[in-house]
């Protein structure tokens, strides 16, 4: 079957209608990885709403350094954003990315997607993508994965039978550059959320959410508990309920399992 065509920039521009996401677009065929040419992009002065994505990423990275598989076909991509709103609420826009991509997905596709706190979206119950928000001084890198035209068979085993793309799900290829357009349109209207009705942005969160009144084990330094997944904070803080009482749980710190309600 023919691939769909590369995301060139000038294709990728046309048609995006934007007012700052992506007014600059840089486009690479193999990066190490977008999260960290967006950066330097960064420090040389790149405008708010600079684009950078790749079709294949050499050395991709998710949170806390873990290796992000990122064959062609998928989607990889970093925004650089310059808030004005204090850096505390930076966090926020891990949401923002996951709602935009996770509506975009529903619009182009009919297919419903869901998002698992902090950053991972969500597909028949295996991993779709991922955010990755890295701050520096006065911008925040929104870091977007996801798996479209990937088939399974190009991850690494123990990888394939955790995760799933656009392309296993429905049989075919996806338009990636229309798709990608319509990530880039969402997301700008999350951002502008944050700003105008972070309610009405977590309220879409949490109706995707798998994660909100489960009984979920918090994996990480210092953190580790069990209990009953309650709220996110505006400050992205997950509120477990445990048999000792409220706990917050700082995103960048750990890991979230699952698990069966035993001894509750
Ligand atoms: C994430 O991290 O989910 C954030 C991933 C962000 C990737 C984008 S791609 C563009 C930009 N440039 C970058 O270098 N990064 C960003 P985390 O929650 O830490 O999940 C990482 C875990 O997901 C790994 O330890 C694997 O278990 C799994 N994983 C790796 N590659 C995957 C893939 N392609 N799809 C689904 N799961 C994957």
Redesign the pocket.
Known sequence: MTRQPVLDAAILAQGLHTQIIGKSLHYFRRV?????TAKTLAEQGAPEGTVVV?SE?S??????G??????PG?L???VILRPSWPAAEWPRLAFAASVAVASAIERSLGIPTQVKW???LVLDGR??????LEAAGSYVVV???L?AN?RLSA?PPD?AA??TSLEERLGYPVDLVGLTQEILRDLEHAYQAVLDDPHALMEQWRVRSITLGRHVRVVGAGAACEGVAESVDADGTLVVRTKTGLRRIVASDV?LRESPEVGR
């Open positions: 190490e990885s977008t999260n960290d790749a990423q050395a991709g990275r998710g949170r806390l873990r290796p992000w598989a990122s064959p998928g990889w991509l970093s902090p950053n991972d991993k779709l993508g991922g955010v990755l870091g977007i994965g798996n990937v991850f990888l955790v995760v890991s």
